[in-house]
């Protein structure tokens, strides 16, 4: 009975030859189809060419062209027809020699349809695809031959772990590992969330380098035979997770590539390049496997190369790809340039995206000093820090909008609310943003204007957070962000929506808004036993009376007005009269 080493290693031949056939077989059925393809578009060309020519004189004028793909036909009206003039269709003299040969023919199963068109107004895809896919498909290449390769050590490792054992105990835990495997990228992917919009390019580097560590363990089977189950489950659930961050990232780049809403275009194409880029590596592994045969210091030196050029390939396909959608650290580096610029120059999206960071995190790099979506806790720590932030921006808010209504034109209940306020640390240099449960793309765009005016770099000396250039950077901010908006929808960004990358994700509730929160009758209803204490005035509802905006900005305290109500007075937003004394209320609704 031969030994066990050389069993496994005429299994492995034997999977080995299977596979290649099988990728033969693909291979074969592919040329097969793009030469009946072209057989059948050559036949096409030969008929038309054998047609005879209509003469000259039968030629009326000009009526149509149509185009469908590369072919175009001219359509005149007959001259010579007696009653009614048919028209006829005629083949452009001048296309007729763009027939397409057997690699034009596979180009166009692989790209976009009206890739190589480029007469009509608007391209399939962006200019970042072409590059994006040949990086792409490269490391495609190298990864289906590490697989072939890491699949050949996982083979030795099991059956060097079952030398007394039956092959079904093998096949038991190479299925064990992958099911236990997938059960960690499902409670993986539950986490996550959706959060590989915001930053697809981060996401897919990680997943990468992610899955380079899970090749690697699965070629460390081969060092530890007997743990084959529980390092091979590792590996498998390191690759699972991988996917896991690496396929969704593919939705949201074919998205940003897409110019004619031909998503699914691109999606049938991109497999097709994957299944063609899977066929080579695979081809590459084999005879790979081959040349390394049972050396494991081959095996460790192919694998060095392959994650060097397996990282190498995926960073500069991410490189050049051209994201039009605001994040937080695109939108934080088209800000600062535009507020060094003086207000006069807008980051393109290639620029921006050159100056983004892949590798390191917005926390650690663009964001470094702007808490967006921060606690509420963590920018107010106290009552008396979120009363005055809340009465102060409420003041700026109201002298911004009087300074750009005349006076006849002023309204208290056409100035729109501010939806987020504002915290600084001096110490650290570092802007705390609390965005409010409602706030849109406008809101988070100003909010970020404010605190980018605040802070334009991540290192070197603290920023000027001083109250008098606070509130400068709240009116450049409020007069800015339009201005910003418009440039940059000239420039080709997409400013519609704004996606989250590096900010905490959390919303609260402040001010009058209290009252429509869930769980507010609760409150209001237990805290009706013990009246008798004024409720904070931010937290009261809005009444039904309304006072002008002449004279200063709040109402002087009525003679005979406790110091206590003359305060609450004060706190009160434009436009609000006093109210009655009220139970206590909550000072605010963190929805976490």
């Known amino acids: 009975m031969p030994p066990i080493d050389s069993r496994f290693r005429q299994l492995g031949t034997v999977l080995m030859a299977a596979a ?3 990728a033969v077989m693909t291979t074969s059925l592919i040329m097969t189809l793009v ?4 057989a059948v578009r050559s036949r096409g060309m030969a008929w038309r060419r054998s047609l005879p020519p209509m003469p000259p004189a039968s030629l009326g004028p000009l009526v149509a062209i149509e185009e469908q793909g590369r072919r175009r036909r001219l359509f005149y009206y007959s001259t010579a027809a007696v009653t ?3 028209l006829h269709a005629l083949p452009d003299p001048q296309r007729r020699h763009r027939r397409a040969g057997p690699l034009q023919a596979v180009l166009e199963s692989l790209l976009p349809e009206g890739y190589f068109d480029r007469s009509r107004g608007t391209p399939p895809v962006s200019d970042d695809y072409l590059p994006f896919t040949i990086l792409h498909f490269v490391q495609n290449v190298v990864h289906a031959a590490a697989s072939v390769i890491a699949t050949q050590s996982m083979l030795y490792a099991v059956g060097l772990s079952q030398r007394a054992t039956v092959g079904i105990s093998g096949a038991v835990q190479w299925v064990l590992k992958d099911g236990l495997g997938r059960i960690g990228a499902i409670v993986f992917g539950s986490v996550l969330g959706n959060r590989y919009d915001a930053d697809p390019k981060r996401w897919r580097m990680r997943g990468d380098v992610l ?3 899970g090749v690697g363990t699965e070629m460390i089977t081969r060092l530890c035979p007997q743990y084959f189950l529980l390092v091979g489950t590792i590996a498998n659930t390191i690759k699972s997770v991988s996917y896991m961050m690496r396929l969704p990232t593919a939705a949201a780049i074919r998205r940003n590539f897409s110019l004619r809403e031909n998503f699914g275009d691109l999606s049938a194409k991109a497999n097709a390049q994957e299944v063609l880029s899977m066929l080579v590596g695979t081809f590459a592994g084999i005879g790979l496997s081959y040349v390394l045969g049972s050396s494991v210091r081959g095996m460790f030196a192919f694998y060095g190369l392959y994650a060097s050029l397996f990282v190498w390939f995926n960073y500069w396909s991410l490189r050049v790809l051209q994201i039009r959608t605001l994040n937080l650290q695109r939108c934080l580096i088209a800000m600062r340039h535009y507020w060094d610029s003086g207000g006069e120059e807008v980051l393109s999206v290639a620029a921006a995206n050159r100056a983004e960071s892949v590798l390191i995190p917005s926390r650690w790099a663009a964001a470094r000093r702007v808490r967006f979506g921060c606690r509420l806790a963590d920018a107010f720590p106290t009552r008396p820090a979120l009363e005055q932030a809340i009465r102060r921006q409420r003041e700026w808010r109201h002298d911004w909008y009087c300074g750009q209504q ?4 002023l309204s208290p209940s056409a100035q729109p609310e501010d939806r987020y306020l504002l915290a600084t640390r001096p110490d650290t240099g570092t802007v705390y943003l609390v965005l409010h449960r409602d706030a849109g793309v406008l809101d988070e765009v100003r909010a970020l204007m404010h605190a980018s005016y605040l ?18 950077a709240y009116m450049a901010a409020c007069t800015h962000t339009p ?5 940059l929808r000239s420039r080709g960004w997409n400013v519609d929506e704004f996606v989250h990358s590096g900010g905490l994700g959390c919303r609260s509730i402040w001010g009058r808004d209290l009252w429509d929160a869930d769980g507010d009758r609760k409150h209001r209803e237990s805290a009706e036993a013990s009246p008798g204490t004024p409720v904070h005035p931010e937290l009261s509802p809005p009444p039904s009376t309304e006072r002008g905006l002449e004279g200063p900005m709040h109402a002087p305290p009525a003679q005979g007005d406790t110091a206590a109500e003359a305060e609450a007075q004060t706190l009160l937003p434009l436009g609000v009269a006093a109210m009655p004394e009220m139970p206590p209320m909550p000072e605010v609704v963190d929805l976490l």
């Open 211 to 213: 899955y380079t560590f």
């Open 406 to 409: 005349p006076p006849s034109q």
């Open 35 to 38: 030469v009946m393809a072209t």
């Open 20 to 22: 290649c056939a099988d």
């Open 455 to 472: 802070v334009r770099r991540n290192w070197g000396a603290l920023p000027d957070l001083s109250p008098k250039r606070v509130r400068e």
């Open 483 to 487: 201005l910003l908006l418009q440039a």
């Open 84 to 86: 009614a003039a048919p």
